[in-house]
Every structure is written in C-alpha cells, then in structure tokens.
T-cell receptor
Framework: DSGVTQTPKHLITATGQRVTLRCSPRSGDLSVYWYQQSLDQGLQFLIHYYNGEERAKGNILERFSAQQFPDLHSELNLSSLELGDSALYFC??????????????FGQGTRLTVV | GQQVMQIPQYQHVQEGEDFTTYCNSSTTLSNIQWYKQRPGGHPVFLIQLVKSGEVKKQKRLTFQFGEAKKNSSLHITATQTTDVGTYFCAFSNDYKLSFGAGTTVTVRA
C-alpha cells in the first residue's frame, strides 16, 4: 500500500460528459502529480501541484484541469470527454517537488472508459 | 525538452538468466529514478540515483548512473518470474517528473 488513495477505481461514462477524479496524497507529502497511461503506453505527465500551487504542466489538454486543495488532496477534471480519453489515470505524491526527495508514490489509478 | 529513451522496449528472458535495460538521455540529468509496474498494477518506486557513477544494489537488482549523468542501467541477475513487469526510468527536472517509455520484461520458465 503506497498510502496514496485514488477514487473511483473504475469509471464508465459517455462521450461529451465531464468527470472528476480524486487523489489523496500520502500523509506529509506536498506534491501531487497526475499521469495518463493509455493501453500499453508509458506514463504521460499531465500536471504537478505543490502545496496548493500549480508548478508544472505537461501534455494536458485544455479540456482537462486540476487543482490541489488546502488539505492537499487533488482533483483532476476531464470534460467534453472523447473516446480517446479512455485510459488509466494515476496520481502520485512526493515529499517535495524539486531537489532530492522527488521519489513518487503512486495510487492504484482510476480506469476511465468513455463509451 | 529533456527526454529519456529506454532500450530495449521488450525483453524476453529465460528464467535464471541475467539481463540489462538501459535509459539514455542526450542531456545531463540531475537524477534518475527507476520504477516497476507489474501487469495490472501501478508503478512502484525502486530507487533514485543522483551522483555521477553511482551504483546501488537491491538484492538481484543493480542500478548504475553513468559518469556523465546521461545514462543509467538496471541489471537483473538470475531472473525470476516475479521480475515480470515494465521497468521505467524517470527524471525530475524543474517540477516535472518525466518517464521513459519503459522496458517490458517477460520471463520464460
């Protein structure tokens, strides 16, 4: 158990809909990263939050947004969903966002299926 | 931007044999991390290397960071069926934690 909690584990929704994925980081970790992993693909970095502030963006679509709340949990919002958005979405937490202690601990992921 | 290339993409290994997977960058990295993702699972942090020429061992796994800090390797000895999965290298830079495409390892018993 990594200590990172993601909900829901599975999500099936229709094209055009909007969903929210939730992540609770490990106790004490200030950083939350979001990744997308399509079938048999690598981990595509989406966005990083550190202590409530956005720190880095990767290949995140404009239809996607995220935030980190004062209690450090994070949400990833995906809107106007398309079939190609079907993937595993992971969040990971880390003690810091920069420097040495950047090892990331991943949640179990949310499997999103868009039909 | 900075990227890392992992080779090979797939590694088919006979149980008991050794193998090495590589992670290469065209630019100097401040650190390199290795993760393992079992089939159907999530990535699990294995190790971080930060020093030039650093070598770390975890049981049958040996991790190395190149002298120029542009490449890294993971060597597994006496492969077991529990070694099945995808091994990713990753690096942290300017608040991004970026991953290579991974080496997927299968083991023949």
């Amino acid at each position: 158990d990594s200590g990172v909690t993601q909900t829901p584990k599975h999500l099936i929704t229709a094209t055009g809909q909007r969903v929210t994925l939730r992540c609770s980081p490990r106790s004490g970790d200030l950083s939350v990263y979001w990744y997308q992993q399509s079938l048999d693909q690598g981990l595509q970095f989406l966005i990083h939050y550190y202590n409530g502030e956005e720190r880095a963006k990767g290949n995140i679509l404009e239809r996607f947004s995220a935030q980190q709340f004062p209690d450090l949990h994070s949400e990833l919002n995906l809107s106007s969903l398309e079939l190609g958005d079907s993937a595993l979405y992971f969040c990971a937490s880390s003690p810091t966002g920069k420097g040495r202690n950047t090892e990331a601990f991943f949640g179990q992921g949310t499997r999103l299926t868009v039909v | 931007g900075q990227q890392v290339m992992q080779i090979p993409q797939y590694q088919h290994v006979q149980e008991g044999e050794d193998f090495t997977t590589y992670c290469n960058s065209s630019t100097t990295l401040s650190n390199i991390q290795w993760y393992k993702q079992r089939p159907g699972g999530h990535p699990v942090f294995l190790i971080q290397l930060v020093k030039s020429g650093e070598v770390k061992k975890q049981k049958r796994l040996t991790f190395q960071f190149g002298e120029a800090k542009k490449n890294s390797s993971l060597h597994i000895t006496a492969t077991q069926t529990t070694d099945v999965g995808t091994y990713f290298c990753a690096f942290s830079n300017d608040y991004k934690l970026s991953f290579g495409a991974g080496t997927t390892v299968t083991v023949r018993a």
